[in-house]
């Protein structure tokens, strides 16, 4: 079983930065793969990051590709998303997520934090 809480979303100006961050709980962090999704009023669960468990195999959407850096602290059980360059049609309720694999399905991923809302004002 994992835990994750999401923190750092906030309301932004176009071409800002935000860091979010996804803590979770249990010794078995280390041994997930984590990603980041994202979900806009009235639109389904979109892929946004994905890291696996030793942070070597990294994976974007096209749409956040050269703005969004994905990590991971596997000591501090934490996983990071750097969002920089930020445009309006990044808003959005970012969620974290945790499985042995991450696809881009959100259907398929085993574990969810709440959310946290980022929104960027133009």
């Known amino acids: 079983q994992v835990q994750l809480v999401e923190s750092g979303g906030g309301l932004v100006q176009v071409g800002g930065s935000l860091r979010l961050s996804c803590a979770a709980s249990?010794?078995?962090?280390?041994?997930?793969?984590m990603g980041w999704f994202r979900q806009a009023p009235g639109k389904e669960r979109d892929f946004v990051a994905a890291i696996n468990s030793s942070g070597g195999k990294i994976y974007y959407a096209d749409s956040v590709k050269g703005r969004f850096t994905i990590s991971r602290d596997n000591a501090k059980n934490t996983v990071y998303l750097q969002m920089n360059s930020l445009k309006p049609e990044d808003t959005a309720v970012y969620y974290c997520?945790?499985?042995?694999?991450?696809?881009?399905?959100?259907?398929?991923?085993?574990?969810w934090g709440q959310g946290t809302q980022v929104t960027v004002s133009s």
């Open positions: 997520a945790a499985d042995q694999v991450i696809t881009p399905l959100p259907d398929h991923i085993d574990y």
């Open positions: 249990g010794r078995t962090f280390s041994s997930y793969s």
